[in-house]
């Protein structure tokens, strides 16, 4: 059996402590969490801690995930060209700084910082540690310590913003974040925030850290409830016990998901190279194109021979015709014609997959073996429908419906994922395309010339677009329009340990 393709951290089954809820945030949207304390704290001693998973790399300019507000100056994490720079700054005028060599472009990973500062050690190095995945951040290409027991800029009574600059108006952060900590008064080691894994040495994983004490100014961010108000059942309430809640600007209760350090969900991926002709935003889950003959291939969890899974599709705008297409694609075949990034209805017919045009009715099917099929009388989609996919790994089928009901080739009704080896209304059970590759959810849009649009928000557990009814798999796992077929479950990690 090959392997299903995970991108990013492969979250392990049993994880001991479970995250429940990150938050997503969308720089086009101008999400933030926003605070204001009436005093200042322990400038001098303090520890930051948090899980983020990027959604997209910034080739220049910068990408402020916090910030605290000091005499006009911004002081906290922001990414210069994808390297982590912490500025903490102080009264002193040293301008103390850490900017890593290293480069964060992995946009389906969850990495664990911690940022500990402690002034009053006599030894310049202890002063400002940074540690990724609970290993000690080493390799700065820029490195300026505070002077001995010097004031910081953080932690003043003063304004705290969380996925933006706190002076900037237009630095915000794009992507997700959870088990946001701050600790007034301590210096923590990575080991109050989480371990390395007992089967699994490579991988580090979260503790429970609801014991801490967090000081003053402290704060806990576990993103558990969704409403609007600057409070305890606000999606910015604090669970430290210090009710520093933080008020949300432009953040709603969709943008709370189950994707987390835990549970890792799958996306689109910003750095796949057929990425570039798309603009991805809300967590690269809404998927928009305007011109081009051009196909988005890579997934960020990919499975290979085995499994039964499960994901929506909302069409937000769809191209005419034809032109707009969805659907699942052998992404082996993508990569053996990396320089392809066309739909599959094509006279290369390079790629093997089975899609679905959002205007026409139509289903394709390729192989690429130069076989394409096209099935006509399903009838059409509209802007606001929900396409489904039901993809049977085990029994080599692929189903496709819409707005809860099961299509077939040539019917509007009459397909059943659950129908095991009899494959009842299977758009395609052709193994040239389910051949044990990795699998990929694809969109399309095919435009000869001039222009046309085609939007897409991909829900594979944590939808981007309200849903009205809300259903999860046999795991208890994906919040989805429509029921899941049974046996079939999202697309995340922790379903991916027990089935792919």
Request: with cysteine; aromatic share 10%.
């Amino acid at each position: 059996m090959t392997a299903p393709l995970i991108l990013g951290t492969n979250s392990i089954k049993d994880s001991g402590f479970d995250v429940s809820n990150s938050l997503r945030f969308d720089a086009s949207s101008t999400d933030a969490l926003t605070r204001t304390f009436s005093g200042a704290g322990n400038r001098r001693t303090l520890t930051m801690s948090m899980w983020m998973k990027r959604s997209k790399n910034i080739a220049s300019g910068t990408d402020r995930v916090f910030g605290w507000k000091n005499n006009g100056g911004n002081y906290g994490f922001q990414f210069d060209n994808d390297q982590l720079r912490i500025y903490f700054d102080g009264s002193g005028g040293t301008n103390s700084t850490l900017l890593t060599n290293r480069k964060f472009r992995d946009s389906s990973a969850w990495t664990h910082l911690l940022f500990k500062v402690d002034t009053t050690q006599s030894t310049e190095a202890d002063r400002m540690r940074l540690y990724i995945n609970g290993t000690e951040e080493t390799s700065f290409s820029e490195r300026v310590y505070p002077a001995l027991n010097e004031e910081g800029g953080m932690n003043l009574g003063n304004i705290c913003k969380i996925g933006r600059s706190a002076v900037a108006t237009n630095s915000y952060y794009d992507g997700y974040l959870c088990e946001v900590a701050f600790i007034d008064g301590q210096a923590l080691d990575q080991t109050s925030f989480g371990q390395f894994d007992s089967d699994s040495p490579n991988i580090w994983k979260p503790k429970d850290i609801s014991g801490l004490t967090f000081g003053t100014n402290g704060f806990y961010l576990q993103f558990k409830e969704s409403g609007t108000s600057q409070n305890s059942s606000g999606l910015g309430a604090d669970t430290s016990g210090n009710d520093n809640h933080f008020a949300v600007e432009n953040l709603t209760s969709i943008d709370q998901t189950t994707d987390t350090c835990t549970n890792n969900f799958c996306t689109f991926t910003f750095e796949n190279h057929t990425a570039s002709g798309w603009t991805l935003s809300e967590g690269n889950l809404k998927c928009r194109a305007t011109t081009g003959t051009l196909g988005l291939h890579g997934a960020s969890i990919m499975p290979t021979d085995s499994g039964k899974w499960y994901f929506e599709c909302k069409i937000g705008e769809a191209g005419q015709t034809d032109r707009s297409r969805v659907g699942i694609m052998n992404y082996q075949t993508q990569l053996n014609n990396s320089d392809y990034s066309g739909v599959i209805n094509t006279p290369q017919q390079v790629l093997a997959g089975c899609t679905t045009s959002c205007k026409a009715a139509k289903h394709f099917e390729g192989d690429a073996q130069g076989v394409m099929v096209e099935y006509t009388a399903s009838g059409d989609f509209a802007d606001g429908d929900i396409i489904q996919f039901a993809m049977d790994l085990d029994n080599k089928a692929i189903y496709i419906g819409r707005n809860g009901t099961f299509l077939t080739r040539t019917g509007s009704s009459g397909g059943d994922p659950t129908s095991g080896s009899s494959k009842t209304g299977a758009i395609t059970t052709n193994t040239n395309i389910m051949d044990g590759s990795p699998m990929t959810a694809y969109t399309g849009l095919s435009v000869g010339s001039g222009s046309d649009t085609s939007e897409m928000f991909f829900n594979f557990g944590n939808p981007p677009f309200a849903i009205t009814s809300g259903n999860a798999d046999d795991n208890g796992f994906g919040n989805f329009e429509h029921d899941v077929p049974d046996g079939y479950y999202a697309l995340c990690t922790k379903n991916l340990a027990e089935f792919g």
